[in-house]
């Protein structure tokens, strides 16, 4: 739990698709910020585009394997949040979803088959609101997905980043992810490179 007493604490549970609105709001305020200098503004625009988060609950009722984690904004501080999960005042402050690692040659803009079981797992996103960049938003959510799947008995987690996203990739070396040399170019990315990234989980052997 972050914030303190008196002010916002942050919570983080397991999204539905009641939450596909919230999640999209977020994830078109996060792309939007992050991604402006590094992306085509059309791109951005196409990529977020959600009416009514009919994309997101898509997401949730054809990939089963996905697990989506909201965080929200809580008012009356930790005392509040402690009572309980969101209250109808929280408000949604970003979201991580992630799952069995994809096959390398699956293009990342079209997961609708599900990717092979094994023992990797994969960040497959990870969006906080622009407002909260620097409050541990950020970390309490990466926190939650390495410890859920680190008891799910994965030994590594991966990631794809946006080469060109040093916000992002000096985030993720904190968090102990090492880059693996792999590379790639999606094409719905208007053919910016991506990065990828992996670390061992606890207890991995």
């Not at 408000?91 to 997961?111: I, K, M, N």
């Not at 926190?143 to 996203?165: D, K, P």
Request: without cysteine; aromatic residues 8%.
């Amino acid at each position: 739990m972050t914030g303190g007493p008196g002010g916002p604490a942050v919570v983080v549970r397991r999204a539905s698709a009641d939450d596909a609105v919230a999640i999209a709001r977020v994830r078109n305020a996060g792309w939007h910020a992050a991604y402006r200098d590094l992306l085509p503004a059309d791109v951005i625009s196409a990529v977020v585009a959600d009416n009514g988060g009919e994309r997101m609950r898509r997401a949730f009722a054809g990939q089963p394997w996905r697990t989506t984690l909201l965080a929200e904004a809580v008012p009356g501080g930790e005392d509040e949040a402690a009572r309980g999960t969101a209250t109808p005042a929280a408000r949604a402050v970003g979201f991580a979803s992630f799952g069995p690692e994809r096959d390398p040659s699956q293009p990342l803009g079209s997961d609708t088959l599900p990717p092979p079981a094994g023992t990797a797992a994969e960040l497959y996103s990870l969006y906080v609101a622009p407002a909260w960049w620097s409050a541990g938003v950020g970390r309490r959510l990466l926190a939650t997905v390495t410890g859920l799947v680190a008891a799910q008995n994965y030994r590594t987690i991966s990631l794809w980043v946006l080469a060109g996203n040093e916000r992002a990739r000096r985030f993720y070396e904190r968090a102990g992810f090492t880059a693996t040399g792999e590379h790639q170019a999606p094409g719905w990315l208007a053919g910016a490179g991506e990065v990828r990234y992996r670390r061992p989980l606890p207890g991995a052997r």
